[in-house]
């Protein structure tokens, strides 16, 4: 069965230091794949998507993301994280005749 | 503006009644969801339509119903035979089944008093 795997549930990071959210999918044929963000008691917003192309995708409020067919793993990165990036943070794929399936998500905690 | 509309934002439910969470989207998009989530455990899956007049059982649809008359709108009853209601419940929708990302409201917190 296809699975996305979030291996971090928290990652501490300082302010304006660099962070990556880690996440790996299983599936031996191609997807497509999503970051999306959570603010605190609301909905979530994506944040990025790779649907086929370069597999260095940009997306907004400074975040990318390397899709790495490889290894299966679609990484969220930010070169210099602020306080207002703390969310949490949930990576998705889809394949033909699945709908999204989601990792169970990163809890991203910006210390001051 | 195109979106998502969940209501109420906040809803509070006494044991033994069944309580219905409003969602409706102006994106035109054909396939729509339900998503439980509790702490910790992610998104869950209740229900998902992938056109209007059909509906199907996702990953914890026991103790929910849903409808889908209409391409913008997807309710969904939380029942008296759902044990443990109290979440964060998300509606989302997408242009199409697959291949595809999902677009979302801003949820419904249910809880049992």
């Known amino acids: 069965a296809q699975s996305v795997t979030q291996l971090d549930s928290q990652v501490p990071v300082f302010e304006e230091a660099p962070v990556e959210l880690r996440c790996n999918y299983s599936s031996s044929v191609s997807v497509y794949l999503f970051w999306y963000v959570q603010y605190p008691n609301q909905g979530l917003q994506l944040l990025l998507k790779y649907l086929s192309g370069s597999t260095l995708v940009k997306g907004i409020n400074g975040f990318e993301a390397e899709f790495n067919k490889s290894q299966t793993s679609f990484h969220l990165r930010k070169p210099s994280v602020h306080i207002s990036d703390t969310a949490e943070y949930f990576c998705?794929?889809?394949?033909?005749?699945?709908?999204?399936?989601w990792g169970a998500g990163t809890k991203l905690i910006i210390k001051p | 503006d195109g979106g998502i509309t969940q209501s109420p934002k906040y809803l509070f439910r006494k044991e033994g009644q069944n309580v219905t969470l409003s969602c409706e989207q102006n994106l035109n998009h054909d396939a729509m969801y339900w998503y439980r989530q509790d702490p910790g455990q992610g998104l869950r899956l209740i229900y998902y339509s992938q056109i209007v007049n059909d509906f199907q059982k996702g990953d914890i649809a026991e103790g929910y119903s849903v409808s889908r008359e209409k391409k913008e709108s997807f309710p969904l009853t939380v029942t008296s035979a759902q044990k443990n209601p109290t979440a964060f419940y998300l509606c989302a929708s997408s242009i199409r089944w697959v291949n595809t990302e999902a677009f979302f409201g801003q949820g419904t917190r249910l809880t049992v008093v």
């Open positions: 998705a794929v889809s394949r033909s005749n699945y709908q999204l399936i």
